[in-house]
């Protein structure tokens, strides 16, 4: 699969097969996500991924609000990674001197962006399917996945083999998001 391919062809999942995806090929694509770019390369993304039934059961009950979309995705589901960040980090420079960004938190939160895309694209080329959910009860998933103080969650990615190829949700043209000067 070429770059072009996987970025194009990259979609939500929200049917998974009855499969879970082995332990193995989830490093591979930890091993991927971890060539993502980072503030300073401080590299303050983390995964925990979740495959135990129990757990998931769990952040499905408590972890995205009763939302009955993402409830319903996730119990089709055999695996999620809660995506969390070191907070502090990104948005300073410390080495420098007083070159501290104006919103650390933004940066931190850009840092986990770009993480979780590559994380996504990196399952797209192995074959496993991914959906991010942005409706979630970061306390809660937090809470329940013991998640050191010094971490914050920052997207729930659903994980496993796509049990459906969805038609690719419009994109806004060229010209409407983009501007030479
Ligand atoms: C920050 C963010 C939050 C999202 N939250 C949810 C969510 O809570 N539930 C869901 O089903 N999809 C969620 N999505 C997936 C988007 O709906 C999806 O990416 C978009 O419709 C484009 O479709 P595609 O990913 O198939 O290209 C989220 C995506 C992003 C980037």
Redesign the pocket.
Known sequence: MDAVEMIRE?????KYKDAMVNRETMEEIVELARWAPSWANTQIARYTLVDDPEVLERLTAEG?QG?A??TR?LTNAHGVCVLSFVKGKSGRLDKYGDYDSSNAYFWEAFDA?IA??TF?LAAHAKGVGT??????DDAAIAGIVDLPDAESVA??I?YGYPEEE?K??P?KGVEEISKYI
């Open positions: 990259r979609r939500s999942i929200r995205v939302f979309y993402n995705t962006g979780c895309q996504c959906c991010i959910f942005g409706v979630i997207a729930l659903v969805p690719a949700p994109r």
